[in-house]
């Protein structure tokens, strides 16, 4: 038995025979093809010697096909079918028409700033299925570097080098304390002040609980926490009922009403986080993906914009919301 070589056969191979079968005749294939009637007559004798069978049976009149060569056609068709579906699906994930983002964010971007940006997108795109998961920092980059994320939203952290952190804005850790309460007259308060008050803290697992607990060791105080939540709208509504000092970046007072609630600055020693877009070094996105990162960095001027005014006093637009800091 002949051992074919299936790398021999060619797909402008495949191309000419299904058009001759299609057509009859090597004048039509080669017009259809736009190509000469030599060149449609070497494919099909290249791909018979291929196959060492013929294919077709040539008359003065008419070529037709062979037995082996109606068996041949029903795969041809297949294997160019699936090519060519194929060959569009990629077109229209170019094209943004279809295609999957997963990202993973950190909770204050996901309940405050990101819900607009998604709509934004999904309206420009709605073809593009998107899977967001909120998860605190170092959970968010084990998705990353797992590979369950194509990327993440969420602080920068130095000392991660398998990550490439691509900056939107930076922001202010704040003080937030309930209204009224005898803080109205401030702005700002120390660390040393914060730890004289009962202290309401994200778990061990986010970012800024581990900035927040070296800053107090960097003043000689070890933290020990009044309060210790999961969910960062859980310490907003502590704060706000009176029950202590939440540490959150500013953020945070964007997702819900500052009518019970006010974020002081925290002056000695001053604690700001960077808000990046996080990927795994070297690896390349799709262009759905990519799409929607080029959005994201748009809008982090806005946010860096949205954070400098709340440093101001300014409340920002507060959008309802939950979530884990």
Not at 225 to 252: D, N
């Amino acid at each position: 038995m002949q051992q074919i070589n299936l790398r021999a056969i060619t797909i402008k191979q495949l191309e000419t025979f299904v058009a001759v079968a299609d057509g009859g005749s090597f004048r039509l294939a080669a017009e259809v093809l736009r190509r000469s009637q030599s060149a449609i007559s070497a494919q099909i004798q290249q791909l018979e010697q291929e196959l060492g069978v013929a294919v077709f049976h040539r008359t003065t009149r008419r070529v037709e096909l062979t037995a082996e060569g109606k068996r041949f056609l029903q795969h041809a068709r297949r294997a160019f079918g699936e090519l060519s579906t194929g060959v569009r699906d990629i077109q229209e994930i170019v094209e943004y028409k279809q295609g999957r983002i997963h990202l993973a964010c950190s909770p204050t971007v996901g309940g405050g700033w990101l819900p607009r940006l998604v709509a934004d997108f999904q309206a420009a795109y709605p073809e593009v299925v998107l899977h967001m998961r909120e998860a605190h920092a170092y959970d968010m980059l084990e998705d990353v570097r797992n590979q369950n994320a194509d990327f993440g939203i969420g602080p920068t952290i130095a000392t991660e080098t398998a990550f490439d952190f691509r900056e939107l804005w930076e922001e202010d850790i704040c003080a937030v304390v309930s209204r009224p309460s005898v803080f109205d007259a401030r702005s700002t308060i120390t660390l040393k002040e914060i730890a004289n008050h009962p202290v309401l803290v994200m778990p061990r697992n986010s970012a800024i609980r581990r900035m927040v607990d070296e800053a107090f060791s960097s003043i000689g105080i070890t933290l020990t926490p009044k309060i210790e939540v999961l969910h960062y709208h859980t310490l907003l509504g502590m704060a706000a009922a009176g029950l202590g000092v939440a540490i959150l970046p500013r953020l945070a007072l964007t997702t819900v009403s500052q009518r019970n609630l006010r974020g002081l600055t925290i002056s000695s020693p001053r604690l700001r986080r960077s808000v990046s877009v996080i990927s795994l070094r070297g690896r390349a996105f799709s262009p759905a993906t990519a799409r929607f990162v080029q959005l994201l960095e748009r809008r982090g001027a806005t946010a860096k914009h949205a954070a400098a005014s709340l440093l101001r006093g300014g409340k920002g637009s507060p959008s309802r919301g939950s979530g884990r800091g």
